[in-house]
């Protein structure tokens, strides 16, 4: 079934179609419709859930850790400050390992005060433990809320999808939603291993002393490994069924590409537009979408960007004092390799500024001047 | 603590994936931490201690709630005859005591008894709960009091018989009461179930009239509940004159279908009940009707429902305004000279006194005057053994007179004059009389909370109702309650007849709710101190000690092996019917 749905209520719809038993949401621009849609969902018996109302984003992840460790499928969703404040609790649910998934909608922390897209929310979760996939369109948000519960339950980590403010989230494009019996064959009922049960009594994220400490977070860190062969093959495993294929990392016309651009999230289909009018013209250009962030995918990076001469990293998101955050990390896995790309750090968009491929033309036309990289991030449309 | 076992992992693939126990937790008794134990106790909601008939309010509402409407009626029975007229008539102080009255707004239970007295079982007759016991009671008046004792005295095995002066049995509740607030067949249905226990009710028997009271000796016991027939008078001039009627007059001839002729312009004196019984009687004679009162609004004892919607019926009534004389005219009335009043220093009943202000005299022309100035009892009758002050009989909270074996309640002896006190009194003086008879006890733990009426279903369990603990009988208060599990919800009001159709005739003015309307009424009770199983304590127990009891049983089991006593379950009880108490 097509219908004509905003960014928030394809993510409602993903929550739906993969029954979650329980929401619990706080409010806040641009996230809100989410939860409006799926308290109506709720009340209107369509998603048989529970709907919880609470007073803060704090409180709640900390009860969608609680339904989670019940061992109920869970669901919530917040945006920028909202997230921020939930910081504490998205370590607990990571070191608890529950599959929770959330949607972040990307918006700019204050001040001043901005609601308009911006990485740098979700970016500065990076090392909470939680899986994070960048996602471009609408349909992506619904796929994705979908995969998220399929990745999480297998490695039992909590899924963060994110997608742009107003962009995405208030913008409306045709999504394709899928049949729910379709979706339960290939997302079935989540069977936990652990969860608070009566009948079998146990104590659950208690005191770890010095001497298994050090395991317990090798196996967080180990759960993230795995979750990035796992967020491929669940992306063919969906396509499979559904007809749209998904990985950690797409590769657009790279195999024969000099110059490579990688970014993320919406930013990425003017991207696809540059580069297609660029090849039309014989440049050899390609395009790396950068969708997953945390565990990062550091393999299929370097063999996109291997051989290639020139990367160029747009970056929506600063890390104060360092710079772009994907052009650092990509840096990060190239090192210590052979035969890899100058990377050129870009800065661009914040707090809702447009990303037009006018300027993504502008940056490509800059790099392939045959100047050497910036030592430092370049702000990229800033008033002269 | 034998279980506990000390597990070393050697190896990284050793430690589990998760920070979870390994073994169960069952062996850690976290109860032993407990110096607080927490319990459950259904204790007193306030309407239940504030019905002076004593009925169990919360559980006929919580039975309507559940759609038992048969069942809510027979628990009304239970303490009181006469559901369907308090249903109508009662000025229910239930209402007032009701803690939903300081969230939003009281429960309309009033509403709901007249709701549960319609839905009552066709032609189901009360049950004696008690064997015969070969004993003889005789009750003096036929009003809510003496039948209410008759009721209750029938039920628990003796003989009893009503002397009844008027032609027909129900007292001020058929003579007093007009039939568009209580229609004479809902009475009578009510007093049927009273004689079909097998009570004896003589009519146009007036004691020392009819019968002496000598000829009552023969009796094991004697209720004397005359009522208050004897109108006080104005004193002064032409109060005798053809025109001037008292209030109780004017009911009961209408009642009995005599004709009243009231001419164009009635004028009232009076500012209690009957006055304005009485106002609202002369509006469907089709006169016009004035009445004055010689206090202010504040201080007008009739309640104030009645004088809004006689209001709305047309009734004129003026304040601080007191008869001089009545003018008359050919032997008959043609109106009354009234002056003002101002008020001054409370007297002894509270209120300020009236104080007549001189010069202010005016006339009124009047085609007939009513007084209804309040009225006292008709004591000659009885012997000097059965004291009496100020023309009540004197007795003592169990309803005893001075006289061994004679007791008396209703209007004669009480200073609150209302349908639901009298019953609460004929209640009291059918168990005093029973355990005079049977030498059983009557005590105080049989009184609802501290200042209710007495419950019979307590007195026949010989007072042990409250055995488990004496804070059973404490009667919850708002503070008590946690009202963050209650969502403010408008009354509901229940209908009233039309103005157009009410002032043709003696219709009932007051409908009755419809059923999705009274559910919706049941459903706004607190149920103060009664556990509903709402399953706070089990949900919000941090131990996971407090389980529901076996399917079938009512309420929760509290395992005590685990139970830390931290009164979280206490807390949240949203109705206080549980409660903490130090670990012995």
């Avoid at chain 1, 250009?285 to 995918?297: A, E, H």
């Avoid at chain 2, 459903?523 to 706070?536: V, Y």
Wanted: glycine residues 8%; aromatic residues 8%.
């Amino acid at each position: 079934m097509k219908k004509v749905l905003m960014g928030n209520h394809a993510a409602s719809w993903g929550a739906r179609l993969s029954k979650v038993k329980m929401i619990a949401a706080y409010p806040i621009t641009p996230q809100t419709h989410i939860v409006e849609e799926l308290s109506e969902m709720c009340g209107d018996g369509s998603l048989d859930a529970k709907f919880l109302k609470v007073e803060s984003e704090h409180s709640a992840m900390a009860s969608v850790i609680s339904s989670q460790s019940t061992g109920v499928r869970s669901f919530t969703a917040t945006s920028a400050n909202g997230l921020a404040l939930m910081h504490e609790l998205l370590h607990w649910a990571a070191g608890a390992r529950l599959p929770i998934v959330m949607v972040n909608v990307n918006r700019a922390l204050a001040p001043g005060w901005n609601i308009w897209v911006d990485q740098g929310d979700s970016l500065s979760q990076r090392d909470t433990g939680w899986v994070q996939l960048y996602v471009e369109d609408n349909q992506e948000v619904l796929d994705s809320v979908i995969q998220g519960y399929r990745i999480a339950e297998q490695v039992n980590l909590p899924v963060m999808i994110c997608y742009d403010a107003f962009i995405l989230s208030h913008t409306y494009e045709p999504v394709d939603i899928p049949d729910q019996d379709l979706v339960d064959k290939w997302l079935p009922g989540y069977q936990p291993e652990h969860y608070l049960n009566p009948e079998k009594p146990s104590a659950f994220n208690g005191l770890v002393m010095p001497d298994n400490y050090m395991e317990i977070r090798y196996k967080l860190h180990m759960a993230h490994e795995r979750a990035k062969s796992v967020t491929n093959e669940v992306g063919q495993s969906f396509g499979e069924t559904f007809g749209r294929y998904y990985g950690a990392v797409e590769a657009v016309e790279c195999d024969d590409a000099e110059m490579v651009i990688a970014i993320s999230s919406s930013a990425t289909s003017p991207a696809r537009l540059v580069i297609r009018e660029l090849r039309d013209k014989g440049m050899k250009i390609g395009l790396l979408k950068m969708r997953m962030f945390r565990p990062f995918p550091t393999e299929e990076v370097r063999a996109v960007l291997k051989g290639k001469s020139k990367a160029v990293v747009i970056d929506r998101n600063c890390s104060w004092g360092k710079g772009g955050i994907f052009a650092d990390e990509i840096k990060g896995a190239i090192s210590n390799q052979e035969d890899m790309p100058a990377i050129y750090s870009y800065i661009t968009g914040l707090g809702g500024r447009s990303i037009t491929p006018d300027l993504i033309h502008e940056i490509v036309t800059e790099v392939e001047s045959g100047e050497p990289p910036a030592e430092l991030s370049v702000w990229k449309g800033l008033k002269q | 603590m034998s279980e506990i076992k000390t597990i070393v992992y050697k190896t990284v693939d050793e430690v589990p994936e998760f920070v979870v126990s390994e073994a169960t937790m069952l062996w850690n008794k976290t109860g032993s931490w407990r110096y607080l134990r927490p319990g459950y106790l259904n204790k007193i909601p306030p309407c239940n201690q504030g019905c002076p008939a004593g009925n169990d309010v919360e559980g006929f509402i919580a039975l309507i709630g559940e759609k038992k409407y048969a069942d809510a009626w027979r628990l009304l029975k239970e303490e009181n005859p006469f559901p369907a007229v308090c249903g109508r008539v009662c000025y229910h102080p239930c209402e007032t005591a009701c803690n939903r009255g300081q969230f939003d707004h009281s429960i309309g239970i009033n509403s709901l008894e007249r709701f549960a007295s319609d839905h009552a079982p066709v032609g189901e007759t009360p049950q004696k709960v008690k064997p015969e016991s070969g004993k003889k009671v005789a009750i003096v008046g036929s009003g809510p009091a003496g039948l209410t004792a008759a009721y209750h005295l029938a039920r628990m095995g003796h003989e009893t018989t009503v002397y009844e002066a008027d032609e027909e049995p129900g007292g001020l509740m058929r003579y007093g009461i007009p039939e568009y607030r209580l229609p004479n067949s809902v009475l009578d249905t009510e007093i049927d179930a009273i004689r079909s226990l097998g009570v004896k009710i003589e009519c146009n028997t007036r004691i020392g009239n009819d019968l002496s009271w000598e000829d009552l000796q023969s009796f094991d016991a004697i209720f004397v509940a005359v009522g208050v027939h004897k109108n006080n008078k104005l004193g002064i001039e032409n109060e005798e004159i053809k025109g001037v009627f008292s209030g109780l007059e004017l009911l009961g001839n209408i009642t009995r279908g005599k004709e009243m002729v009231l001419g164009d312009h009635t004028v009232i004196i009076g500012g209690g009940n009957s006055a304005i019984d009485s106002a609202r009687c002369a509006l469907r004679q089709g006169s016009r009707v004035t009445l004055f009162y010689h206090r202010s609004r504040n201080e007008m004892p009739a309640f104030a429902e009645e004088i809004y919607e006689a209001e709305r019926e047309g009734l004129k009534v003026h304040f601080l305004r007191q008869p001089v004389k009545i003018l008359a005219e050919g032997g008959k009335v043609s109106g009354i000279r009234m002056r003002q009043t101002m008020l001054g220093e409370p007297d002894e009943s509270g209120r300020r006194r009236p104080e007549p202000v001189p010069g202010t005299e005016f006339d009124v022309q009047a085609s007939t005057i009513v007084t209804a100035i309040g009225e006292s009892a008709d004591l000659d009758f009885l012997p000097e053994a059965v004291k009496t002050e100020y023309r009540r009989i004197s007795v003592n909270k169990f309803t005893q007179t001075s006289s061994l074996s004679v007791y008396a309640g209703g209007d004669a002896a009480l200073e609150e004059h209302n349908v639901a006190e009298a019953i609460g009194s004929g209640k009291m003086a059918a168990c005093a009389i029973d355990a005079q008879l049977r030498n059983s006890e009557l005590t105080e733990s049989q009184i609802i909370g501290k200042t209710g009426a007495v419950s019979v279903s307590r007195y026949l369990k010989h007072g042990n109702a409250h055995a488990e603990s004496p804070d059973s009988n404490h009667v919850v208060e708002f503070k008590e309650l946690n009202i963050n599990y209650f969502e403010p919800q408008a009354r509901n009001k229940a209908q009233k007849l039309d103005m157009n159709d009410r002032m043709k005739g003696f219709r009932e003015i007051n409908l009755a709710y419809p059923e999705d309307m009274a559910l919706k009424e049941a459903d706004r009770c607190f149920h103060c101190g009664i556990c509903t199983m709402c399953d706070n304590c089990y949900v919000f127990c941090p131990d996971v000690a407090i389980s529901r009891k076996p399917k079938e049983e009512w309420g929760y089991d509290i395992a005590m092996d685990y139970c830390k006593g931290c009164g979280i379950c206490v807390y949240e009880c949203p109705r206080s019917a549980m409660f903490m108490e130090e670990e012995k």
